[in-house]
């Protein structure tokens, strides 16, 4: 288990800054602990992993402790990154095979689980600014599983997100 450094309103137990690709990135067989309970006060956005490059591949990564306690925010569980505007342009061949979102972080009180989670995402880090040229190519989301806990409220779940690329895949 890889758990999330304690502090800060939001942040990725893996993930780097997207100025660069993580070309030929791989990551497969751990459990990542989110550690939202370690957040500030006012809230915070704590996913397992974000990642930006050309044969990025996650598979068989289980998330756990994940969530969004920051109003207005939003947590991506998993996300590959497949184009980015300010920095590298559109990627091929990335996204996750056999992976798992499940126990969420269950917070009580002030500011409690607010904003909106994504449990599996592949495209472009700020869809609004992405241009036509950063579509991205041949990115997937197969066999994923995720359970939200209806005993959460006041988040909005969303289960998949795909978007600005070309002959992307979703099954299973």
Not at 17 to 29: G, R, S
Request: glycine share 14%; hydrophobic share 40%; with cysteine.
């Amino acid at each position: 288990i890889i758990q999330r450094a304690a502090g800060g309103n939001s942040g990725y137990v893996l993930g780097h800054n997207l100025a660069n690709a993580a070309d030929f990135f791989e990551l497969c067989d751990v459990t990542l602990d989110c550690n939202l309970t370690s957040s500030p006060s006012g809230g915070a956005t704590c996913g397992a992993v974000r990642v930006l490059g050309n044969q990025v591949r996650l598979a068989r990564v289980r998330a756990r402790n994940w969530g969004c306690s920051l109003s207005g925010g939003t947590c991506y569980v998993f996300a590959v990154i497949a184009a980015n505007p300010s920095g590298v342009a559109a990627v091929s061949n990335c996204g996750m095979e056999g992976c798992i979102a499940d126990a969420p972080m269950k917070l009580t009180g002030t500011p409690g689980n607010t904003g909106t989670v994504v449990m599996f995402h592949v495209g472009a880090l700020d869809p609004a600014g992405v241009q036509q040229e950063d579509y991205a190519r041949s990115p997937y989301i197969r066999n994923c599983f995720g359970q939200w806990d209806t005993t959460i409220t006041g988040t909005q779940a969303r289960g998949l997100a795909m978007n600005w690329c070309r002959g992307g895949v979703v099954e299973g």
